[in-house]
Each structure stands twice: as C-alpha cells, then as structure tokens.
C-alpha cells in the first residue's frame, strides 16, 4: 500500500494549482512528504492568447504547461506524490451527471488516503461556474465518507472580500495562513510556466499580490 499523501489537491484546470498552494506544496514537499494533485479538465475552454489553433491543440499545450510548473513545484519528483488528469470538459462541468465528478474525488480520497483535501470554496473564489462545481463534488464526496475516514478539508480563501455582492455573501474569511516567502521565486517560476494563462496571472497579480508570499486557506470544521 501507498503511503498516504500529506495533501491532495483537486481542482478543475491547469494553472489551479499554483497561485494559492504553489509555496505550501513547496514546503511539504521540501519536508519529504508526498502530494497529489487531480485536475478535472484539459483547459481546453481557455483563452489562448494566439499560442494555439483550436481546443485540441490548447489542451495539449495547457498539459505541456502543467507538466513544467509541477516540475519546477517538485511533485512530479517526489516519490509517492501523484498527479491525475481528467477529461471532463472545461467550462461545462455543471452540464456534466453530477455524480462521476463526485465519484472521481471521491475514489481519490479513499485510494490515495490524504491528510488534508484543497479546493475551492462554495463561492469558487470568483464564481467560474467550473470551480463553484468542483467544490460542490468535492464536498459531496467528503460528506459521503464515514466520518473517521474524512481528510480535513481546506477551501482556497482570500483575505480581501469579493468585490461582487453575491460572491461576497459565501465569502469565507482564512483561517489558516503560511508564509511561503522563501519560495517566492520559485513560485514565480512555477506560475510562470503558464503561458497561456498570461492574462490570469497580471490579473491574479495585481488583484491579489500579497498571496504571491502568504498562503491562506479555510479549514472546514467538522
């Protein structure tokens, strides 16, 4: 049997991984503990920024993507640690039968044995519909295991309020935070291997540049 990972992210697309949880990887990571991450989609939906021809040709180039900043995060080195990938279909995933997204999360918890599961909170920190549905399957799956085989369960939170009324209604202030400074530049690094995701990047960055160094995080309470 595996050893069981010390966190497992599960999130929609390519590039969800890394601007909250890219220095918190880091150092769990550093400290020899195994991760995992598992990503829903291709991103095939995404801008492209002329970079690419065509859904089919994104997807690969978001793969190519992902697979160099978990390369510069360090979990696609580190034993024990997993990254998944999916294909259900990128914006769309509230169009999708419910239940194989909550079975998907569901068979990662029960076979890969996390500590802790991340990801996004009810609001999905910004109301892509994507990241509202991913947390609504990842909770659902969460509620569905007896209770002594629950991980703990940590939602992406920002300090600062939505600017949107109905985001800011579900907002849920951190109630964990890690200084991840010393991986600034690495974290950079890792971000910057998506390069197809330029545009959300400069936005992330001057929206919200003091998570470039302070992770936050909501632990939900049982």
């Known amino acids: 049997m595996t050893q069981p990972l010390k966190l497992l992210l599960i999130v929609p ?112 920190s910004n109301g892509h519909p994507d990241h509202v549905t991913t947390h609504r399957a990842v909770k659902a799956a969460w509620d569905s295991l007896p209770p002594a085989q629950r991980p703990q369960l940590w939602y992406y939170a920002s300090p600062t309020p939505p600017e949107r009324e109905d985001l800011r209604a579900a907002w849920l202030a951190p109630t964990l935070r890690r200084d991840v400074t010393r991986h600034v530049t690495r974290k950079l690094r890792a971000i910057g291997c998506h390069r197809s995701q330029a545009l959300s990047t400069v936005d992330f960055i001057r929206k919200f540049p003091e998570r470039i160094t302070e992770e936050t995080f909501y632990e939900l309470e049982d």
């Open 13 to 124: 697309h390519p590039d969800d991984e890394v601007y909250g949880a890219a220095g918190t990887l880091m150092d769990l990571l550093g400290e020899g503990h195994p991760c995992g991450l598992v990503t829903l989609t291709r991103g095939e939906a995404g801008r492209t920024l002329g970079l690419a021809e065509g859904p089919e040709e994104l997807a690969r180039m978001r793969a190519a993507e992902l697979q160099a900043c978990l390369d510069e995060i360090g979990l696609t080195t580190h034993p024990g640690s997993v990254h998944e990938q999916h294909a259900f279909p990128d914006k769309y995933l509230q169009d999708q039968p419910f239940e194989p997204l909550v079975e998907v999360a569901r068979e990662a918890m029960t076979r890969l044995r996390p500590e802790t599961v991340l990801t996004f909170p009810p609001n999905g």
